[in-house]
């Protein structure tokens, strides 16, 4: 976080917590992004954290068929 944030150590202790917990957050998100794996391991934590279904991808990969039966 240090390196993301270009504070020091020193600067890092006097955060506020809220503020230390999202930068965090935002430096994790960051260096995930910079490789195929990292973005893949994202994109997959997004998709698990969904409650609701993409009805529409749904019907593109199932087909018409999904709609008669309350898709």
Do not use: S
């Amino acid at each position: 976080m240090i390196d993301y944030t270009g504070l020091n150590m020193w600067e890092v202790q006097e955060m506020d917590l809220d503020v230390y917990l999202f930068m965090v957050r935002e430096a994790f998100i960051h260096y995930n992004t910079q490789t195929k794996e990292g973005r893949e391991y994202l994109e997959n934590c997004w998709r698990m954290k969904q409650t609701k279904p993409d009805r529409k991808a749904l019907r593109e990969k199932v087909g018409k068929g999904a709609a008669k039966y309350g898709g």
